[in-house]
């Protein structure tokens, strides 16, 4: 066997000022294979360059090669990150048309391609020799790469465990420019469905199992088709780890709501009856009722009743005077009363108002409801509460050096504060 003598890449070339040759796209050139794989192709390019043919340039190979073999082909890209030329095979069509293709396109046909690479953004696919391209967002919904947070490494490795395999797909797209051709599985996987689709209607009842769970929520496979159950249909109340309660493999029972273009909406929670409902009968517009402190957004405050049912005090309804914030009035795991002023049951809705209320702590009664004959905002009388000056008696036997170490509240506002309480009291 002759021996082959060491090969320059082609950075080294480009450092070479005796080097004559400059490889451009496109270019044809010949040279003897070195080696040959199912991985990939290596061939001497006449001891100027490596040239390297891998990937879906693979497809379009001449069967049987021999290493020794002289060979032409034409230049893909002119460096790799190893410094080799990436070459290929592709005879160039002088139609440029694609053939069969233009016929399963137009016609919509069914046809079977087979995975060989994947990247972040799909598949790369291949029918013979011709190659195109199947993006995740075409993938069937069986198919579909569901990873919690969308997190691009473990998509792209749920992916690559597709390489090898054949899937049916239908041709959505062909740039004859470029001979590009776009498949999607999802449009075959409708096209196969169509009659299983006719076969279910809005309100039908299907038993399934979980097939992915989502933050947004559940997928469901039933009688070979998939449907999803957003969140706000898992269930009557509030879920709060639909990772936790659910999971791949679970059989549930649910309820079509729509059917959209293939597209199957679902709900666990309109098998059952509301249970909201029977709970709000009992509560009427004006009455007055105790909770607690659960939750404090900007807009408001949520309070727990019991029974799981859960009531809103917006901002505007915490105070008589206008406050920024509901947590200058109001803490988490106060006990407070409120009073009902809407009732909306579809919504699961209860509006709550304590405008005129006084606030009362869970284990005993405020001493300081004589604070409310002063002329001080509800903020201050708060503040006055935490430190322990809860009544006129107290405000009127401290001094301006004690009001002053209160927050907020400095020597003008001290004075001010002592002046009302001995006047009032």
């Given amino acids: 066997m002759a021996k082959i003598k060491k090969i320059k890449s082609f950075s080294e070339l480009l450092r070479d000022k005796k080097a004559d040759l400059i490889f451009r796209r496109g270019d044809e050139v ?3 294979i070195i080696s040959s794989s199912k991985n990939k192709i290596l061939i001497d390019l006449k001891g100027r360059a490596l040239g390297i043919v891998v990937g879906r340039e693979l497809l379009n190979a001449p069967s049987n090669l021999k290493t020794g073999e002289k060979i032409k082909a034409s230049v ?20 440029g048309k694609l053939g069969s293709f233009d016929s399963s396109f137009e016609k919509g046909k069914v046809i ?3 995975v060989i690479e994947a990247n972040r953004g799909g598949l790369l696919v291949a029918v013979g020799k011709t190659c195109g391209f199947l993006p995740v967002s075409q993938l069937s919904p069986k198919h579909y790469p569901r990873v919690e947070g969308g997190d691009k490494e473990k998509i792209l490795s749920k992916l690559k465990e597709f390489i090898g395999e054949e899937l049916g797909v239908k041709i959505i797209n062909i740039n004859q420019g470029n001979k590009d051709i776009i498949f999607s599985e999802r449009a075959a996987k409708l096209e196969t469905d169509k009659e299983k689709l006719s076969s279910i209607k809005v309100a039908d009842k299907v038993s399934g199992e979980i097939s992915g769970v989502v933050d947004f929520g559940l997928f469901i496979h039933f009688d070979d088709l998939e449907g999803l159950i957003h969140i706000s249909e898992v269930s009557w109340d509030r879920v709060e780890d639909i990772h936790r309660d659910f999971h791949v493999g679970d059989k549930v029972k649910a309820k079509v709501i729509e059917i959209s273009e293939g597209r199957i909406s679902l709900s666990i929670k309109q098998t059952q009856k509301d249970p909201w409902l029977k709970k709000i009968k009992k509560y009427k517009i004006g009455e007055k009722i105790q909770g607690r402190i659960k939750r404090l957004t900007p807009f408001g405050a949520f309070v727990e009743l019991g029974n799981g049912l859960e009531g809103l005090i917006h901002i505007s309804e915490i105070s008589n005077e206008r406050i920024s914030d509901p947590a200058d009035i109001l803490k988490l795991a106060d006990e407070i009363k409120a009073e009902i002023i809407s009732l909306e049951p579809e919504e699961h809705k209860i509006g709550l108002s304590i405008k005129g209320l006084a606030l009362k702590k869970k284990k005993k009664a405020s001493p300081s409801a004589d604070l409310k004959d002063i002329k001080l905002s509800q903020m201050t009388i708060k503040k006055l509460k935490r430190a322990g000056l809860d009544s006129l008696k107290k405000i009127a036997k401290a001094k301006v050096s004690d009001l002053k170490k209160i927050e907020g509240i400095g020597e003008a506002k001290a004075k001010k504060i002592l002046s009302l309480a001995k006047k009032a009291k």
């Fill in 30 to 32: 010949s040279g003897r």
């Fill in 76 to 95: 893909y890209d002119v460096e790799d990150e190893e410094g080799n030329v990436v070459l290929s095979f592709r005879a160039r069509r002088e139609d």
């Fill in 112 to 114: 079977i391609v087979k």
